[in-house]
């Protein structure tokens, strides 16, 4: 089982960036496919972003075009890039993934991004 530790975080005004990290437990994590999620204040869980190997996707039409999603498998890191964050990014971003036979998920633990003016 991957363990997965999310970071990054922070009060950002509108309009900045920020990047959210999500690093695995060992080098295994960078075969499986992992996806970012966000949960605002009183909103569903929202499925973001998902890279499996180098091929990634951009999920959730409210960040097309701002947000990227990316791996540095030297750190068994991924990395979700925001640009251009507005006040309904506001949100707790959860990484997760999944091994190569879908057997496996794991969660991390979130980290939290507000959006404020």
């Known amino acids: 089982q991957v363990q997965l530790v999310e970071s990054g975080g922070d009060l950002v005004e509108p309009g900045r960036s920020l990047n959210v990290s999500c690093v695995g437990s060992?080098?295994?994590?960078?075969?499986?496919?992992v996806t970012w999620y966000r949960q605002g204040p009183g909103k569903q869980r929202e499925l973001g972003a998902s890279?499996?190997?180098?091929?990634?996707?951009v999920h959730l039409d409210a960040v097309k075009g701002r947000f990227t999603i990316f791996r540095d498998n030297a750190k068994n890191a991924v990395y979700l890039q925001m640009t251009g964050l507005k006040i309904e990014d506001t949100a707790v971003y959860y990484c997760?993934?999944?091994?190569?036979?879908?057997?496996?998920?794991?969660w991390g633990q979130g980290t939290l991004v507000v959006v404020s003016s």
């Open positions: 890279i499996r190997g180098e091929s990634s996707t």
């Open positions: 060992g080098s295994v994590f960078n075969l499986y496919t």
């Open positions: 997760n993934s999944l091994s190569l036979d879908s057997r496996n998920s794991a």
